[in-house]
């Protein structure tokens, strides 16, 4: 009961996070690894967990989603397909130790990103770089990142669209939200096919994310986002710690 209970809480609790400001990752995939699940398995039974929640996402952002250009919708779809799929396919044939060599500067990196998130944002938008809108490198690139390891992906996502020169940030959160759930679908379908998810456990983590999902709009309105931010923060760099010391320990 207790392999059920710690990651059944985190999924919980990744559910209000994710409502209010995202990291939910940094929770669910530690309370597996907790539990006593191999890393890469841990690492594929989370991306199942915080599955369901980009879909209720993605209809709260239809209107926004419907006014893009649908040729450029469907190449984007395409390409995050393909990146998602050789991300976790790579996932597969990385071995437990070398994923659990490279975890710690993963969470490391994606907290780095979530704290400077604003910052990252208003450089993308400012400098413009040569980045084509809708180019197949960064589409595939950052799918690749999210099919292999999910946390931080709507932050880097966020990044890439304003390379792209998208200005309308509900604009930006619906192709987020629709682009993470084609990269987790075909993920999922990969790792499920591939036998490496616990789905007793990730069924009720589902539940737990989707209940937590409510909990975390009636939270929004207690707590600021800054606090909530700080909060996320913190369990990132705590998490980074702890599996930094697994190395080291």
């Given amino acids: 009961m ?3 209970f710690v990651p059944g809480i ?16 940094f929770l669910t995939f530690p309370a597996l690894v907790y539990a006593g699940i191999p890393p890469v398995a841990a690492n594929a039974t989370s991306a199942v967990a915080v599955f369901p929640g980009y879909l209720g996402a ?47 500067f993963l969470l490391l990196a994606a907290t780095a990103c979530f704290a400077f998130q604003e910052k990252i944002q208003r450089w993308t938008a400012s400098s413009r770089l040569a980045v084509k809108p809708y180019g197949a490198t960064g589409s595939v690139l950052v799918a690749i990142y999210g099919g292999y390891f999910n946390g931080g992906l709507g932050i880097v996502l ?16 619906g192709l987020k939200n629709a682009v993470s759930f084609i990269i987790s679908a075909i993920s999922v379908l990969t790792f499920a096919l591939a036998g490496v998810v616990h789905w007793p456990v990730a069924a009720l983590m589902m539940v737990a994310a989707i209940v937590g999902g409510y909990a975390g709009a009636w939270l929004a309105r ?7 931010r700080g909060i996320v923060i913190a369990i990132g760099l705590i998490m980074s710690l702890v599996f930094f010391g697994r190395l080291v320990g």
């Fill in 58 to 104: 993605v209809a709260g952002f239809r209107k926004e989603l419907a006014a893009l250009d649908r040729t450029n919708l469907v190449r984007l779809i395409l390409l995050s397909l393909v990146g998602g799929l050789v991300g976790a396919l790579l996932l597969l044939v990385s071995s437990n130790a070398f994923f659990s060599l490279i975890v710690p």
């Fill in 10 to 25: 985190a999924a919980f609790l990744a559910g209000i996070l994710n409502s209010i400001a995202g990291g939910g990752t």
């Fill in 222 to 228: 207690k707590l600021s986002r800054k606090t909530v």
């Fill in 158 to 173: 966020l990044a890439l669209y304003s390379l792209w020169g998208m200005e309308s940030l509900n604009t930006m959160n």
């Fill in 2 to 4: 207790f392999d059920y």
